[in-house]
């Protein structure tokens, strides 16, 4: 059989935080170590539609993110690790589907409507924005991907792939498999104020933090907002400490935080320490990694240039079949 072509992309956001890795990377690395022929790409192009207006950042914020990933394991061996735009076929993709994409299923995508709620601090009702989805399915379609890890937050764009796959084969001839979403679980990770871990809530532990900052935000982590004083029992059933503990923590401490919580045996200090401690531990290989990483400053490059060499075949491939069933 031949091997399962995967591809996903993530927008160059600068340093990742742990729920990436718990997430994202961790289901990459997964894909690529148990064989599937791995295409993982850095949406330069997806990054402008919503951060034109300070593209200056966007040159680091891919070297912070691809660092971070070699450090979590991908491997230019395995995987094609790239930049989208190194890779030209993409854009003549999209522009070619542009051609056959009534307005009206653009329009539709649910995370447009959302996003231009999310952003109304900027102006983002551009061509380019509405155009997303479109980007992204040529993105998937050029590579001629049978699967697609992503979160739940994208399946609406991975609908629309498939459904211009189809009306592309319609119109054309086929020539794109029809490429599967394959759903990412994450555990929720909640960051130091208790909601969602994310860069734009200010409230992440990034994978690329020093010992000491790890261990200064984790003391500062929300904890069971009903236990005011040390005397109070707590409940660690609603406590961010003590999910971030079950998946770091040794299993020992788990179960013995889970009881001595609950009778307030054991405080949120200590409780704090041990998780920074878990933490810290947890990430030291990675960071030595990165760090070695980092002070080859033309490695980074290198892989990016032989990734979008090794990108491009497959997609020119690709765009000479389009072409050919355009007639253009
Ligand atoms: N839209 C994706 C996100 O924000 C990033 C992305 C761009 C992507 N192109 C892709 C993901 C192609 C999967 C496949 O997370």
């Known amino acids: 059989m031949a091997r399962m072509r995967i591809l996903s992309g993530m927008r160059p956001s600068g340093k990742l935080h742990i729920g990436h890795l718990l997430g994202a990377l961790a289901n990459w690395k997964r894909l690529q170590d148990e064989g599937a022929e791995t295409y993982y790409m850095v949406a330069d ?6 951060e034109y207006m300070k ?25 094609v690790i790239f930049v989208q735009s190194h890779v030209k076929e993409h854009a003549e993709l999209y522009l070619l589907f542009s051609m056959i994409t009534p307005l009206g299923w653009l329009e539709r995508v649910p995370t447009y409507k959302e996003a231009l709620e999310e952003y109304k601090d900027r102006e983002i009702a551009t061509h380019g924005f509405l155009g997303y989805p479109l980007l992204q399915a040529a993105d998937i379609l050029v590579y001629k991907a049978d699967g697609v890890p992503v979160g739940q937050d994208q399946l609406p764009h991975l609908e629309f792939t498939r459904e211009l796959a189809r009306r592309f084969h319609h119109l054309f001839s086929e020539v794109f498999p ?22 734009r809530y200010g409230n992440a532990i990034l994978l690329s933090d020093t010992e000491e900052d790890t261990r200064k935000k984790v003391m500062q982590m929300m ?29 020992e401490w788990v179960a013995r935080v889970n009881r001595e919580c609950r009778t307030a045996e054991i405080g949120c200090v200590e409780d704090k320490q041990a998780l920074a401690d878990s933490l810290n531990g947890a990430l030291r290989p990675f960071r030595t990694r990165r760090a070695e990483l980092a002070s080859d400053p033309q490695g980074v490059k290198r892989i990016l240039t032989d990734g979008a060499q090794r990108a491009r075949a497959t997609a020119a491939a690709t765009m000479s079949e389009v072409r050919k069933a355009i007639h253009i």
């Open 45 to 50: 192009w997806h990054a402008l539609t919503t």
């Open 55 to 79: 593209s200056e950042t966007v040159q680091s914020n891919i070297s912070e993110m691809v660092l971070d990933w070699l450090a979590a394991g991908l491997d230019p061996e395995k995987s």
């Open 178 to 199: 029809e490429p599967q979403s394959l759903l990412t679980q994450t555990p929720l990770i909640r960051g130091i104020d208790g909601r969602k871990m994310s860069k």
């Open 223 to 251: 904890t069971d907002p009903a236990r005011k004083r040390r005397s109070d029992p707590g409940n660690p059933d609603v406590c961010p400490v003590f999910d971030l503990q079950k998946i770091f923590g040794a299993p």
